[in-house]
């Protein structure tokens, strides 16, 4: 399975950005693709998933009301929009695919990873 993600950038609080991960290789028809982050000194979090086919999401209460995350199975992409954004949402953005349709946001449920995308909150 190969992911890559993109889309992340310097953004003011307040702002928006959508982030992208492409995805290929994976055989299963049920599966789920998360996002995660992880800030400089802090342990590697779950921020949102949804499932391969009935789009059932999942969120962290940080981001909950905030981030929405989407998918286009005609691409093999998943979105993370990312709005009201805050410094704390300061991270690099990693996304991943666990076999296990029923996987939440435990990263250590997640098999493959692409490389992370840095979002940086600032004014």
């Known amino acids: 399975v190969q992911l890559q993600a993109s889309g992340g950038g310097l953004v003011q609080p307040g702002g928006s950005l959508r982030l992208s991960c492409g995805f290929s290789g994976f055989t299963l028809d049920y599966y789920k693709i998360g996002w995660f982050r992880q800030a400089p000194g802090k342990e590697r979090e779950g921020v949102a998933c949804i499932h391969s086919r009935d789009g059932t999401t999942f969120y962290a209460g940080s981001v909950k009301g905030r981030f929405t995350i989407s998918r286009d199975n005609a691409k093999n992409t998943v979105y993370l929009q990312m709005n009201s954004l805050k410094p704390e949402d300061t991270a690099v953005y990693y996304c991943?695919?666990?076999?296990?349709?029923?996987?939440?946001?435990?990263?250590?449920?997640?098999?493959?990873w692409g490389q992370g995308t840095l979002v940086t909150v600032s004014s």
């Open positions: 991943a695919t666990s076999p296990d349709y029923r996987a939440t946001l435990s990263w250590r449920q997640y098999t493959d």
